[in-house]
């Protein structure tokens, strides 16, 4: 067994507010999730990554963070996390935090500081513009919530950029001072223990100098979000961001074997330059090229060859089906492909990243109206923008709230929670979570699937197959991403294959170079020279 833990391991993505609450105010917690470390100990993962847990005014309910070296009082207490963290570490479970360095709350003392006028020593922490000489913002970014991404400061006389919400003014990574501040972030919790970081947006962090206007978009449609409007050539992707992952790569290697994730939504060519070119950058760069795919057998063959291609010398891959931004897989493909697309994601080469309650198979939750909770729904609503929908509570059982919470959840819970929950999923071996953690087990017992080299299996109609090998072992994996039968022929070296694990019950025996796959079944099967 080689390699680093991010490379072996599976990471499991928690949203704090909704994993599990202690205390009764409906919201998840720190104590909350240490009480559900066995359960993801049973489900087989190796890490947790929790969304931010510093105090905040929840504007964007955590992603403005009012003080980076805290916890906020509705999570718990630093104390909490230590206990937390040493939880985890008993039982070989590593925890990331989410690193949130491109803005931070209005209500941080160094933006109450920055905007306290133009003569204050961090005003240039943020970034401040004059008007255009019509007094209109400085030029046309928009913001990724729609609207402006200039907010107008009547005091000062300037406008300041925000990316995202108003309440979260972008921080100004040109100053040297901004970047060894959020160096020291990252020491404070790499010195606690933590084993990683996921970095919020972390191709936003540096914009072109003289902040020129963003060329119009002309495939915009209103139904994108206002956003789309420009494309964001100059506010994101800028070539000096590579030097600042770089400088956080080398305080996480200072650290022993930690792992930085970047979040970044680009295109193949660009995101991999995330990995670092001259010097090492993020550990992985996230993948997120499975939510938006067209979900068909050829096209996913071409996006995996395409994909591995395109990584650097000595890149390790990493692929993702969802997370709190972005519509379950369940609801986007149905329960029954959502089981293969589980295959997928877990015996695909590199580290997976697996979203809270995709193990149950958690499908979209309808929220109420008088119920929304997200700025993203508020602030353009009607367009299904809205991330309430995948931010629900987790079903535990069939107690109130699912034993989510005494109290009242701070959002609906699915309405099919009395089926759908952990303990009710764990007797069923049909169930979603059962599969996922008899991959979970499979991916733990073959070195193949955890390490192994990848390679695209000739395949016709819907079927999407796959080898992977590592010594002597070498595996198949057959998916149907249709739902009429399909025949799989068996490359010649694969003949005689066992079905290690179906998606569905009772596989049977395969013929000596033909799989038979019904409808929506993907298949694991070792060839006679594995063990
Ligand atoms: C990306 C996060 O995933 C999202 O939830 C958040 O709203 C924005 N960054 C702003 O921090």
């Known amino acids: 067994m080689s390699g680093a833990w991010w490379k072996r391991g599976v990471l499991y993505q928690i949203y704090p507010r909704s994993f599990q609450d202690s205390d009764g105010d409906g919201v998840g917690d720190l104590k909350g999730i240490e009480r559900r470390l066995d359960a993801l100990v049973d489900l087989g993962v190796d890490a947790l990554w929790i969304s931010p847990i510093y105090p905040s005014p929840m504007a964007d309910f955590g992603y403005d963070v009012a003080n980076y070296c805290a916890v906020d009082p509705r999570f718990g207490t630093l104390a909490d996390f230590d206990a937390l963290l040493a939880a985890a570490h008993a039982r070989n479970l590593k925890v990331l935090l989410d690193f949130v360095p491109n803005h ?110 963003n060329p119009v978009n002309p495939r915009y449609r209103p139904e994108m979000g206002e956003a789309h409007r420009v494309l964001q050539a100059y506010s994101t992707d800028q070539p000096e961001v590579h030097g600042i992952a770089g400088e956080m790569r080398r305080i996480a290697d ?56 395109a990584l650097p010398e000595g890149a390790w891959p990493n692929w993702v089906l969802g997370n709190h931004d972005r519509p379950r897989v369940a609801a986007r493909l149905g329960q029954a492909q959502a ?37 993203r729904e508020l602030r353009e609503p009607g367009l299904g923008l809205g991330r309430d929908p995948v931010r629900t509570p987790m079903p535990w059982d069939t107690t109130a709230n699912a034993g989510f919470t005494s109290g009242e959840p701070w959002l609906p819970l699915n309405a099919d929670w009395a089926e759908r929950n952990v303990e009710t999923m764990a007797r069923d071996a049909g169930s979603p979570l059962v599969l996922h953690r008899r991959l979970l087990e499979l991916r733990r017992a073959h070195s193949a699937l955890a ?48 079905p290690l694990l179906s998606t569905l019950a009772d596989p049977p025996p395969p013929a000596a170079d033909r799989v038979a796959l019904r409808p929506n079944e993907g298949m694991v099967l070792a060839t006679p020279t594995a063990a």
């Open 451 to 498: 390490t192994g080299a990848i390679a695209i299996v000739e395949s016709d109609g819907d079927v999407l197959a796959y080898a992977r090998g590592t010594g002597d072992e070498r595996l198949v994996v057959a998916l149907n991403l249709g739902d009429t039968p399909q025949t799989f022929t068996l490359p010649h070296w694969a003949r005689a294959a066992r």
């Open 104 to 213: 931070s709350s209005s209500q941080h003392p160094w933006f109450l500081e920055s905007r306290a006028s133009r003569e204050s020593a961090r005003r240039d922490w943020y970034i401040w513009r004059d008007p255009a000489p019509n007094g209109r913002p400085p030029n046309n970014w928009i913001s990724d919530f729609g609207g402006s991404a200039w907010e107008w400061d009547e005091a000062s006389g300037q406008y300041y950029l925000h990316a995202f919400l108003k309440e979260q003014p972008d921080l100004n990574w040109r100053n040297p001072a901004v970047r060894s501040a959020m160096y020291d972030v990252l020491r404070f919790w790499f010195a606690r223990g933590v084993d990683g970081f996921r970095i919020d947006v972390l191709w936003h962090l540096i914009k072109a100098a003289d902040l020129p206007d």
């Open 254 to 309: 200072s650290f022993g074997e930690r792992v930085l994730i970047g979040e970044i939504y680009l295109p193949l060519g660009r995101l991999m330059h995330y990995y670092g070119r001259e010097t090492a950058g993020v550990h992985l760069p996230f993948n997120f090229q499975l939510i938006d795919a067209p979900w068909s057998a050829r096209g996913l063959a071409r996006l995996i060859a395409e994909y591995e291609a």
């Open 339 to 375: 089981r293969v697309a589980a295959m997928l994601l877990l015996t695909l080469r590199g580290t997976p990243t697996l979203y809270y309650g995709d193990e149950l198979g958690l499908g979209h939750v309808d929220i109420p109206p008088d119920r929304v909770q997200d700025p």
